[in-house]
């Protein structure tokens, strides 16, 4: 019954290696997201997927690489992960781009940890 | 572009207290106001947000309110109970795709 549902919930990894995160929505929504919250709680968007065509893509490394093969999945690869990388990682969705009428539907996150 | 500021960043309030947090925005063009709930281990849930076009809304023990020409907001939790304990954020977008979050606020409750 879970709505927007990531796995895994915990990856630790070590530096250097390559890992996936994947993300599914069952809410019929056409917009996903990818969101990096820090140790101190704050929140950044990534990417954003509408109808499996890229929209946002703020300053991201280009070792991030998100995949949608539909509009009800968006994955994040990541490449040659850094300690920097650890944070977590929260896949949202939503009815449309317009946040005015389509609120932000979260996972439960992500929690990866680069060693 | 938009950028809110979050305040408290804690706030520790005995249970059936009031709670309140406040926000401002610098872009006059925002319009939608969210404030999301994260409890620990889960994403963010939202829980109440306000347009542009009304001064305040009220769900329960939950009320927002929007001053526009001050640029900042404010939720309010009434009667407070330990089940309120979380990580408050607030938002602000011009109603398109881009959403700016506030730095989030612990909320703790005390029996």
């Known amino acids: 019954d879970t709505a927007v549902s990531q796995t895994p919930k915990y990856l630790v990894t070590q530096m250097g290696n390559d890992k996936s995160i994947k993300c599914e929505q069952n809410l019929g929504h056409d917009t996903m997201y990818w969101y990096k919250q820090d140790s101190k709680k704050f929140l950044k968007i990534m990417f954003s997927y509408n109808n499996k065509e890229l929209i946002i893509n703020e300053t991201v490394p280009n070792r991030f690489s998100p995949k949608s093969p539909d509009k009800a999945h968006l994955n994040l690869h990541i490449n040659s992960l850094e300690l920097g990388d650890s944070a977590v990682y929260f896949c949202?969705?939503?009815?449309?781009?317009?946040?005015?009428?389509?609120?932000?539907?979260f996972g439960n996150g992500t929690r990866l940890t680069v060693t | 572009g938009e950028n809110v500021e979050q305040h408290p960043s804690t706030l520790s309030v005995q249970e059936g207290d009031s709670a309140v947090i406040k926000c401002t925005y610098s872009?006059?063009?925002?319009?939608?106001f969210p404030w999301y709930k994260q409890e620990l281990g889960k994403g963010p849930q939202l829980i109440i947000d306000i347009r542009s076009n009304v001064g305040e809304k009220k769900d329960q023990r939950i009320a927002v309110t929007l001053n526009k020409t001050a640029k900042h907001f404010s939720l309010h939790i009434t009667e407070t109970q330990p089940e309120d304990s979380a990580v408050y954020f607030c938002?602000?977008?011009?109603?398109?795709?881009?959403?700016?979050f506030g730095a989030g606020t612990t909320v703790t409750v005390r029996a």
């Open positions: 949202a969705s939503s009815q449309a781009l317009s946040s005015y009428n389509s609120p932000l539907h």
């Open positions: 872009d006059s063009a925002s319009n939608y």
């Open positions: 938002a602000a977008s011009r109603g398109d795709y881009k959403l700016s």
